[in-house]
């Protein structure tokens, strides 16, 4: 009997090791899902910010800002997973979903009436645009796919069809 006398301790700590690296595996996919998924919803955010705000280049900042979490006037300056609005791209896109519409400082009508979706992509989430996992031992990485939200126009700002180029609204402030 007592020369198994330590066979528990080292039985405990070959299992443990199995067990904390299965452990901190699940955790770390959990994070990777988790930050997808983040991402997956700040585009979504993007998209719909902008099918409602206007088609300008104050309105395009405002997407991209919206996208990635970020609020300037707040003084804190945290952008989601240190992304910046560089990052973002806010496309405006005919009926066909392939035609790009460009918009102008000052669209008129009939740009407005011409963009039937908008798009919000983010275009690298890092240098290699993949997601590492910390898991002891372990190394794994998988790139991200592309994130990317595709959303049919709504008012695209306008408050009205009787002026739908000088009334504009945003975020519950209107010009």
């Known amino acids: 009997m007592k020369t198994q006398r330590g066979a ?79 990052d973002v791209k806010v496309t405006y896109l005919k009926s066909d979903m392939a035609t790009e519409v460009a918009p102008t400082l000052i669209p008129t009508s009939s740009t407005y009436d011409e963009i039937a979706f908008v798009r919000v992509e983010i275009l690298s989430l890092n240098s290699s645009n993949s997601i590492s996992l910390v898991i002891p031992g372990v190394p794994i990485s998988f790139p991200v796919p592309p994130i990317v939200t595709t959303l049919p126009s709504e008012s695209l700002g306008r408050i009205s069809s009787q002026n739908p180029v000088t009334q504009r609204c945003c975020y519950g402030v209107c010009s």
Do not use: K
């Not at 901190?24 to 409602?52: D, P, Q, S």
């Open 8 to 86: 528990a301790m080292v039985e405990f700590a070959l299992i443990a090791l199995l067990f904390f690296m299965l452990l901190f595996g699940i955790i770390e996919f959990g994070r990777a899902f988790f930050t997808y998924n983040t991402l997956v919803e700040a585009t979504r955010r993007g998209a719909r910010v902008a099918a409602v705000c206007p088609v300008s280049s104050d309105g395009v900042r405002q997407v991209r800002e919206s996208t990635i979490f970020d609020t300037p006037e707040d003084g804190q300056n945290t952008p989601l997973l240190g992304l910046t609005t560089g």
